[in-house]
């Protein structure tokens, strides 16, 4: 065989791989719910449409925690930004169950992780050799690259890394609230933590309870999680919002309120800012 049929045998092979890793089932992972049951187009119907919560809640929050994000970095707006592209990428891997929507799926949430803690982080918590945020910054984002690199080694493990990631999250919070004699902050925490546990329960029932949730013929807990995760992100990133703006903007006056009625205390919380003198830090 000369070069040139050498070469073209090698384009074809290459673009069969590529064609590959696109097409509907090449991911490793196949959720509970019974594959094309709604759809002959949809390979899991009412995961991709538990996805859409993430395009209803992020523009939301986008607005109420804008007022925040003026006065302290705008920067904060990316992470709900980026829980649009989230939920897109959720759209797309369940109704394809594709190779490349695995992996947009979940290097979407590393990255949003990646800028939570870049923004927000508690400097006091920084490694002692990092002085300042914008070199924290570029070491998360050194991390993320590399963490970005490696999950093709073995994209099955990702997401199991990923949970870990939320609970070192969940670790840095409880280190946060210690100080914390706001009532309406640690009822904040307390939902915060209830709807990540429903999430993370749901998401690991229908992991390695699939069997147990087809025999009572419901296999939707996936989308479940979808749901409580949003709503889990919602109140955890608020909460940590309002902890940042204690610490570093507390001339503002930061309060917390639930959208779309405060007297109601369910809803979407968000930070109000109440004042421009400066104040004692109270979380």
């Known amino acids: 065989m000369n070069g040139s049929s050498s070469a073209r045998v ?12 696109f097409s509907y089932e090449s991911s490793e992972i196949d959720w509970c719910e019974d594959n094309y049951r709604h759809s002959e187009h949809v390979v899991e119907f009412f995961n991709t449409m538990s996805s859409f919560v993430f395009f209803i809640v992020s523009p939301i929050m986008l607005y109420l925690l804008h007022p925040y994000a003026k006065e302290r970095s705008l920067a904060i707006h990316t992470v709900w930004i980026m829980m649009i592209f989230v939920g897109m ?6 109704m394809t169950l594709s190779f490349v929507g695995q992996m947009l799926d979940e290097l979407s949430i590393l990255w949003v992780l990646a800028v939570g803690y870049a923004v927000w982080f508690p400097r006091k918590l920084f490694p002692s050799f990092i002085k300042d945020r914008s070199t924290f910054s570029k070491l998360v984002l050194l991390i993320t690259v590399v963490s970005t690199l490696s999950s093709f080694v073995k994209p099955t ?7 870990c990631f939320g609970l070192h999250l969940l670790y840095t919070l ?14 904040l925490a307390k939902l915060s933590v209830a709807l990540w546990v429903l999430a993370i329960s749901c998401w690991i029932s229908d992991r390695v309870g699939c069997s147990f949730w ?3 013929n419901f296999c939707y807990l996936h989308g479940f999680w979808h749901i409580f995760i949003v709503m889990a992100v919602a109140y955890g990133s608020t909460l940590i919002a309002y902890l940042d703006a204690n610490y ?3 001339y503002s006056l930061p309060g917390l309120q639930y959208w779309p009625c405060d007297k109601w205390s369910v809803g979407l919380p968000h930070i109000v800012l109440k004042g421009t003198s400066k104040t004692q830090k109270r979380c």
């Open 10 to 21: 090698a384009g074809v092979y290459s673009s069969e791989k590529m064609a590959e890793v």
């Open 89 to 94: 990428f959720s759209v797309y891997f369940h």
């Open 157 to 163: 493990a990702n997401a199991y890394a990923l949970n």
């Open 174 to 187: 409880a280190i946060e609230m210690r100080c914390c004699t706001d009532q309406k902050a640690l009822r």
């Open 214 to 216: 087809q025999r009572v």
């Open 248 to 250: 570093e903007i507390p």
